[in-house]
Every structure is written in structure tokens, then in C-alpha cells.
């Protein structure tokens, strides 16, 4: 069975930092593309990052470029997110995504972590 589980949500002041795990179990990671999605009270589901299986190509959204930080370590079936100089806009609830390098059809999504930026 496939599992997704994120953690390292919570409340932080602006401009503080938090650092999001995603840990991936019964699949081989090395297969999966993975992305951080997001979604703000109200608004629609976001992509945040995004990151190839070997590691070697990452996306980021507009918003989040040059402060988040997306990384793997298919070793230990872990996709980080590191999130610096947060804001309000950044309060959302997160989400781990992945989905097979060769098959679409192939996508799993965790269940979310509640980040909140708030003073």
C-alpha cells in the first residue's frame, strides 16, 4: 500500500521558516516525479515545486522562487520542502504529490500539513 505522509507544519511568525517531510512508503521513489501542492482557504489547489525523479530538474512557482527550497533523498524515500522568509499568503494547507515518471495515470497524494504564518 502506498503511503504519503507529511509533516513539519505549524504556526510561525513572518519571515520564519519551516521545513516540510514527506515520507513515501510501499513504492520506489527513483519512479515518481514529486511536487508540494497547496491550498489557501477559499482558493484553489496550487503548485508549489516540483521535482524529477532523479533529482535533477526542479519547478517552482512565481510566488514561492528563492525562498523555497524543494529536495529529495530516494535513499530514504524523503521529498523536503524548505520554506524561508514566510508570509501570510504562504498559509495554506500542504501537500504532497507523486506521480510515475512514465504512467500519469500512476499519482498519490498525501493527506496535507496546516501551515499557518501568522504573528
Known amino acids: 500500500q502506498v503511503q504519503l505522509v507529511e509533516s513539519g507544519g505549524g504556526l510561525v511568525q513572518p519571515g520564519g521558516s519551516l521545513r516540510l517531510s514527506c515520507a513515501a512508503s510501499g513504492l520506489v521513489l527513483s519512479q515518481f516525479h514529486m511536487s508540494w501542492y497547496r491550498q489557501a482557504p477559499g482558493k484553489e489547489l496550487e503548485l508549489v515545486a516540483n521535482?524529477?525523479?532523479?533529482?535533477?530538474?526542479?519547478n517552482y512557482a512565481d510566488s514561492v522562487k528563492g525562498r523555497f527550497t524543494i529536495s529529495r533523498d530516494n535513499a530514504k524515500n524523503m521529498v523536503a520542502l524548505q520554506m524561508n522568509n514566510l508570509s501570510s499568503e504562504d498559509t495554506a494547507v500542504y501537500y504532497c504529490?507523486?506521480?510515475?515518471?512514465?504512467?500519469?495515470?500512476?499519482?498519490?497524494w498525501g493527506r496535507g500539513t496546516q501551515v499557518t504564518v501568522s504573528s
Open positions: 521535482i524529477t525523479g532523479d533529482g535533477m530538474s526542479t
Open positions: 504529490n507523486g506521480r510515475h515518471c512514465n504512467y500519469d495515470i500512476i499519482d498519490y
